[in-house]
């Protein structure tokens, strides 16, 4: 008996459905999915610990004290004042500190027992992020330079006629559509994969031990679960890389609207 006949015979593979997990109410956006509550629990264990971890700063940090500054000096140093630059790049480090840090919390949730579960994998989060991305590196640019010198600044000085246009529209196209789906469907992609393919491991490994009586499934079954210890452990890493990612382009993108040329 193959693995295929296997397959057609009870096992259903994940699907975009299980993402899904209505909690109450079926309807669209009126229901309270699994993942909205994860989220909103992501940020109350958020807010928890970072309040207890600089409720009593002190010289000699304490555990919580030192992993706290060391995210906060990662955001702070890495990102913002080596992006943004010395003159302004404190007025955003909250802002970009509290965007690392909740992408980084629910992406971690995918691998956390008993919740296992990354936010990310829904694209309505996302989305909600780099809403706010959009909305600040816009406004910033309109800010500085008014409504007409932020759309003339799109194109660089010296174009001759017929290729400034073509430059402008790509540009316009790059600013106001490629820039957000990319930097959404980047987080969302990997996210939703990385679950997906771990999914795949644990559920088709308990179908191979448990459900079969052939040796040989069982020895693949074993292989199965341990395919998917590996694929979580690599997507430890993936969920840290995409939450510094996604900050970090959040970061190029301000960048862009405060600089005086192009």
Not at 172 to 199: D, E
Request: net charge neutral; hydrophobic share 55%; proline share 5%.
């Amino acid at each position: 008996m193959s693995i295929a006949a296997a397959a057609a015979d009870g096992y259903e593979a994940p699907s975009v459905s299980d993402f899904w997990q209505p909690l109450f109410g079926t309807e669209g956006a009126f229901a309270i999915t699994r993942p909205a509550l994860i989220f909103l629990l992501s940020a109350i264990v958020l807010s928890v610990v970072l309040l207890r971890a600089t409720r009593k700063l002190s010289v000699v940090p304490t555990k919580g004290q030192w992993v706290t500054e060391s995210v906060y000096g990662l955001v702070r140093n890495s990102v913002a004042r080596d992006i943004l630059g010395s003159r302004e790049f404190l007025k955003y480090v909250p802002f970009l500190f509290s965007l690392f840090t909740l992408i980084l919390v629910n992406n971690l949730f995918g691998v956390v027992p008993f919740i296992q579960y990354p936010s990310a994998a829904r694209i309505a989060l996302p989305v909600a992020l780099t809403l706010f991305v959009f909305v600040l590196f816009h406004w910033i640019g309109f800010r500085r330079m008014g409504f007409v010198g932020y759309f003339k600044h799109l194109t660089p000085p010296g174009l001759p006629p017929g290729l400034r246009e073509f430059v402008f529209l790509l540009e316009l196209v790059t600013y106001f559509f490629t820039r957000p789906v990319t930097l959404a469907l980047r987080l969302f992609g990997n996210m939703f994969a990385g679950h997906l393919l771990i999914l795949l491991c644990v559920t088709g490994g308990e179908y191979l031990l448990f459900e079969s009586d052939n040796p040989g499934f069982w020895v693949a079954g074993v292989a199965t679960f341990f395919g998917g210890f590996l694929m979580t452990i690599f997507e430890i890493l993936v969920e840290f890389l995409q939450a510094y990612i996604f900050t970090l382009l959040a970061a190029l993108y301000i960048a862009g609207s405060l600089a005086d040329d192009h």
